[in-house]
């Protein structure tokens, strides 16, 4: 910051974040400095005696660039926050080229700053030995039962893996950040580096602000890890303590507060106090600026953090030092080489390709050689192969590696899985528990366990919303917070439903313990054996409570009221009519609110808890159908005197109106709709509801 008089004083107050400001950077590094130096003086002393040192630090003249191994830890519980290996090399990509002037954008800078940008001559790695020496791809996936949220007070999400600080920049994904500001958004926030310890170092960003592809918030540019790890550099914001302040930078004019600069205006100039007076540099990448806006680093900032890289006293120097290079691999050894890989995926379709990723590490190999069991391809010789299976089974993969050092080989065996392409099971499937714990089934109907032991769904014999058994998920009122309890379906074939809706519902019971605690249901669905997924539905709070809950503590159903249809009405309007393979998975993530009950899972063209047995003993027709004022509804029945509770639904399953309630005497009957106060207009379901079963059929009202 250039003022006429450097002022150092640097009160680290926490910025203002909020929802409205969007498209900016959030930064919580301020806050979370400022916690650290309360709970730890230290800090505060390590940071006025490094500021005193980089201050004499004057800009190097070097050939080399600094290189920075990176280990990315995705803590996830299988949802989006699990992002792809793509995004975060995509994200590697982007913070090159900001470090080093690169940019696509760089020439967008304005002509008043020309000469200030820096090739900062800092490159980034993905790891390639971890701290065990064994081979890595710089990604851990840790399921994580503290949840996916950090909480920047606690951080106990750190605690499920961090590697050594002064070896590797960990950078934990997370879905969301708290421990802000009331109501804000906190993106990423850093470590700096007078703060360090053995299990706090590093970055925390948010799942969808790593890269541009994928999950990634496009309007971010990937430039909130850029802004971080600048902080991990020892670079403060341009706004530091705004016109009066000093971010130890004389190149970066002052900026008078945190969002001052969020549209990138042209003739900005928020302190006039600097000499020359210059407008705000909202093309700086430590401005709370739109990443799309943001092109440099200055050459006092690029000097500033190449003094912590060389500044012995703090482990950023061992960090890039070259004995540390070739321990974390991104320097290549002199040793023979170790044979590792990974791949795209581990399960697929019958038809489907598989990519493969070389990860050897130790030195650099010269020659690959690949054995695919299973494949129509069954060698190659490339380095990244992707390879394509046509036949249903489960396949081991090889690798053999080699140099002028040696050779080396490793065997993944039952490493790939491929299924049917058309899936075996066929609509109408329906699951209502009765024949017990459908993860124990042999046959195709069986379902799979996607979370880990401790955090599953079980058989829930003593209560249902029909018959004796349905699924629960074990939440207890208080407790089990962050677990998700996750179970994936077989796959289904509904291409033989023809002109008919396919529907994917089931019935659901949930009560909040109080209106400030919700837990949360989400589904998904793959289209490719599961070896993706893609959310199509979540639920919480009163959107997911029965209709008229009461709150109340380790909720458990009493009555088929607490129940209601949960699911999608219509596959066909979100592009998944006639699929030959859909695969639904269903999630509950505990707050430690309530458990959730699910029962009578149903896709094809009925609603849930509809069985074609029960069409076949109760058969009910509406005529006509769009429905008028004239309009009846017959229902043939082949139980005499049997109790029977006929209603009209919403397509959310919630009760629009009663129709009829009592006993069938006839063996046909028939009600008049003329006789009810029904909607005049609009897509809604009659459902009939008695002790063997449940139908339901779609009616329309109006023309």
């Known amino acids: 910051m250039r003022l006429s008089k450097i002022c150092v004083a640097l009160g680290l107050g926490f910025i203002g974040v909020f929802h409205g400001a969007q498209a900016q950077h959030k930064c919580g590094s301020d806050q979370y400095h400022q916690h650290l130096k309360q709970n730890d003086p230290s800090v505060a002393v ?336 490339v380095q990244n192969p992707t390879i394509t299976y046509q036949t249903p089974g489960t396949y081991s993969v090889s690798l053999t590696v080699q140099n002028a050092k040696g050779s080396n080989s490793t065997t993944k065996t039952n490493y790939i899985t491929v299924l049917k392409a058309v899936a075996s099971n066929k609509a109408n499937f329906e699951q209502s528990f009765e024949s017990g714990d459908p993860t124990t089934f042999t046959t195709d109907d069986k379902f799979m366990h996607s979370s880990p032991t401790g955090s599953r769904f079980v058989l829930e014999n003593t209560t249902s919303y029909l018959g004796s058994n349905c699924y629960k998920a074990p939440v207890t009122t208080g407790s089990n917070i962050g677990n998700t309890y996750s179970v994936t379906l077989p796959s289904v074939d509904i291409s033989n439903m023809g002109a008919l809706t396919p529907k994917f519902t089931f019935m659901a019971s949930y009560c909040q313990p109080s209106v400030d605690v919700t837990d949360v249901l989400r589904v998904y669905v793959s289209t490719d054996c599961g070896a993706t997924f893609k959310q199509i539905m979540e639920r919480s709070g009163a959107a997911l409570g029965y209709n008229g809950q009461v709150y109340t503590s380790n909720f458990k159903p009493t009555k088929t009221s607490q129940w209601k249809v949960m699911g999608l009405p219509s596959l066909s309007s979100i592009g998944l009519g006639l699929n030959t393979n859909l695969t639904f998975r269903i999630d509950f993530a505990s707050a430690g609110g309530n458990p959730i009950y699910i029962d009578n899972i149903n896709l094809g063209q009925y609603m849930a808890g509809v069985s074609t047995l029960g069409e076949d003993l109760q058969i009910m027709e509406i005529s006509p159908n769009p429905s008028q004022a004239n309009a009846k509804i017959v229902i043939r029945n082949t139980k005499p005197n049997e109790e029977v509770v006929v209603e009209l639904l919403d397509l959310q399953g919630r009760k629009v109106a009663s129709i009829f309630e009592g006993q069938l005497s006839e063996s046909t009957n028939t009600l008049f709709m003329s006789d009810l106060s029904l909607p005049t207009q609009g897509l809604f379901i009659v459902s009939l509801r008695s002790s063997r079963g449940q139908i339901q059929k779609p009616v329309i009202f109006g023309k």
């Open 46 to 381: 390590a940071e006025a005696e490094i500021n005193a040192l980089l201050k004499e630090k004057s800009l190097e003249s070097r050939a080399a660039i600094y290189t920075i191994p990176v280990v990315f830890h995705v803590i996830h519980t299988n949802g989006p926050e699990n992002i792809s290996r793509e995004q975060i090399l995509d994200q590697i990509r982007v913070l090159n080229n900001d470090f080093n002037l690169l940019n696509g954008n760089r020439t967008k800078l304005r002509s008043v700053f020309n000469g200030l940008a820096a090739d900062c001559q800092i490159k980034f790695e993905l790891a390639k030995i971890d701290p065990n020496g064994n081979c890595t791809e710089g990604i851990n996936r840790v399921y994580s039962s503290a949840g996916v949220q950090m909480d920047m007070t606690t951080e106990k999400v750190k605690s499920l893996i961090n590697w050594n600080y002064k070896k590797y920049l960990n950078i934990w994904v997370v879905s969301s950040i708290s421990g802000g500001v009331d109501g804000g958004e906190v993106l990423g926030y850093a470590c700096f580096p007078w703060a360090t310890n053995a299990t706090r170092d590093g970055i925390v960003v948010k799942s969808d602000r790593v890269g541009t592809i994928g999950t990634a918030v496009s309007s971010d540019s990937a430039r909130t890890l850029t802004h971080e790890v600048g902080h991990w550099l020892g670079l403060y914001h341009t706004f530091q303590d705004g016109c009066t302040g000093g971010d130890q930078i004389d190149d970066t004019p002052p900026v008078n507060g945190t969002f001052v600069n969020a549209s990138c205006p042209s003739g900005g100039n928020s302190c006039t106090n600097d000499f020359p007076d210059l407008p705000d540099m909202w093309e700086n990448y430590m401005d709370y600026s739109n990443g799309g806006c943001q092109t440099l680093f200055t050459l006092k900032q690029k000097s500033r953090m190449h003094g912590v890289l060389t500044n012995g006293s703090y482990p950023r120097a061992a960090v890039v030092s070259a004995a540390n290079l070739i321990a974390t691999g991104v320097a290549p050894g002199s040793a023979a080489p170790v044979a590792a890989f990974t791949s795209s995926s581990t399960v697929i379709c019958a038809g489907q390709s598989v990519k493969f990723y070389d990860l050897t590490c130790k030195s650099t190999p010269t020659a690959w050689s690949w054995s695919f069991n299973g494949s129509s391809q069954p060698s190659a010789s």
